[in-house]
């Protein structure tokens, strides 16, 4: 019955696991998301005595639990926003279990059960925006121990200056790559670790400062090797082992706290008694003595398992309508006083992005000024293959966001109405851009992201339509001009850019 429901769900929530694969595959820092599930059913295996002693019993908090998850999955799908879907199995997979052995047994096995969560990768925006503070924060105490060592350095952004060379803290140097294993690690540590709560929570919630700390120590120490031996010392096989040796440092420290908190407080015991892996007797007991036979409690699982698979059929069988269009091939290079030159993505973005057709465009006026037009069109959006926020991708390219506003262009407008946008100051070292972007989604123009989700899946339940595109106008600003001057630009093109756009992106 387990196993069935177990199944069912598995299918339910194919597109999420085959998106969770992929992601450990792809990203160091998730990469340890492969032990997640086994040291899971480890830690559960570890229980099977205690769990053969218990009653099992249904539990209709379970069946609350599927249902959530359930929709989780389907909004996840039809929004395109797979994290809610991946979030959706965990909750599945709890609710399962929930269901058929009851509060009782489900707390004995609930921490091992919460470290799936650990698996499932942070949605994009947070991604960026938390791999983005740990750079500039990295950045700074990395400067500081620098200058410990009389080096002068000079740090603007996330750009570590030493004169001769400079170092850029990308996103891999953010500190992600330690801080993610290092939480599971220090998770599962808690859970082993037999000593008080509180002593289990500092263990836990102290692994982010010390990623923290030993990343800016990594950082700092690379500068000072660069300093006297030269920029290969930041660069190859070095720049990689030093990332092993601060990772197991990391793990160092956390074996020393254990020690620690294991000499003070009112349950003092040596580490050996404190921390060690428990398995169970050889009793012969087995787990357990579940539900014995098929009742309604079965077939109300069951039910809810088998409306979770009906929704996720639908959501991958909705048809769109065929839409009639002009492709970005045909988009005309010349805007009013605005003359451009098409060009083309990397082969390795597009297979990033996944996008049906775009347009790639450095537009110049009378004065020479330029802008870059960037437009992502897709004609279905679904999980994992949908427009990319700028929000997200920017500071993956180096670049920090100065400020971010939502913004109505007075003097643009499309459809009746002012043109309303993400107007970004984005700066790299001595580098400054000014960035427009909305989206443009079944005949909406819209700035705010959180909308563009509602009403993807919105449409998509009651049109069937998840096209949609992405409109990004970027421009240089000079060193001392006035920012004016760039909005003032990006506003001009934007009025030209709009009068063409309903050829190429559907209503």
Wanted: hydrophobic share 45%; charged share 20%.
């Amino acid at each position: 019955m387990l196993l069935t429901a177990l199944a069912m769900l598995g299918v339910s929530f194919k597109n999420s696991i085959h998106h969770l694969l992929f992601i450990w595959e792809t990203k160091e820092e998730y990469g340890y998301a492969y032990l997640i599930p086994a040291l899971t059913l480890f830690f559960v295996w570890q229980k099977k005595e205690e769990l053969a002693r218990i009653d099992l019993r249904f539990s209709y908090a379970g069946i609350g639990l599927l249902i959530l998850a359930g929709f989780l999955g389907f909004i996840g799908n039809m929004s395109t926003t797979i994290t809610i879907s991946e979030y959706g199995l965990v909750l599945a997979i709890l609710g399962v279990v929930l269901a058929m052995m009851g509060w009782r047994a489900f707390k004995l096995i609930a921490v091992p059960l919460m470290l799936l969560f650990f698996m499932v990768p942070l949605p994009g925006f947070l991604f960026s925006s938390l791999s983005t503070k740990l750079q500039l924060v990295s950045s700074e105490i990395g400067t500081e121990i620098i200058r410990l060592f009389g080096i002068s350095v000079y740090l603007e952004g996330n750009v570590i200056d030493l004169g001769v060379y400079k170092l850029q803290v990308a996103e891999a140097c953010s500190g992600l790559r330690y801080l993610f294993p290092l939480m599971s690690l220090s998770f599962i540590v808690a859970y082993m670790y037999k000593a008080s709560f509180w002593k289990r929570a500092v263990l836990f919630i102290s692994s982010m400062p010390i990623t923290v700390l030993m990343n800016s120590f990594r950082i700092g120490m690379i500068g000072i090797l660069v300093e006297y031996y030269g920029i290969e010392q930041a660069e190859g096989f070095l720049h990689d082992f030093e990332g092993w040796v601060i990772f197991m440092a990391c793990t160092g420290v956390l074996i020393l706290e254990m020690w620690i908190l294991s000499h003070i407080g009112k349950d003092k015991r040596p580490l050996s008694e404190s921390f060690y892996i428990e398995l169970p007797g050889s009793s012969g007991e087995t787990a357990g003595p579940a539900v014995s036979r098929f009742d309604l409690r079965d077939v109300t699982v069951l039910l809810v398992t088998g409306a979770i698979f009906a929704s996720s059929v639908y959501t991958q069988q909705v048809e769109q309508p065929k839409l009639s269009r002009e492709v970005f091939a045909q988009f005309p290079l010349k805007l009013g006083e605005w003359k451009g030159r098409s060009g083309k993505l990397d082969q390795i973005y597009l297979d990033s992005l996944k996008l049906d057709d775009y347009l790639l465009a450095d537009y110049l006026n009378q004065e020479k000024e330029a802008v870059n037009l960037y437009i992502a069109y897709y004609d279905e959006q679904q999980a994992g293959e949908a427009v990319h926020s700028p929000r997200a991708c920017i500071p993956g390219g180096g670049w920090k966001i100065q400020t971010l506003d939502e913004v109505e262009l007075e003097n643009v407008h499309y459809h009746g109405r002012p043109l309303k946008v993400n107007r970004l100051l984005i700066q790299q070292g001595d580098y400054s851009q000014l960035v427009y972007y909305w989206f443009n989604q079944r005949g909406r123009n819209m700035a705010n992201e959180y909308l563009v989700k509602w009403y993807l899946f919105w449409d998509a339940f009651n049109e069937h339509r998840t096209d949609g595109a992405l409109i990004r106008l970027t421009t240089f600003l000079p060193p001392g001009q006035d920012i004016e001057m760039a909005d003032k630009r990006l506003t001009g093109f934007a009025a030209e850019l709009v009068k063409h756009i309903d050829d190429y992106i559907p209503d």
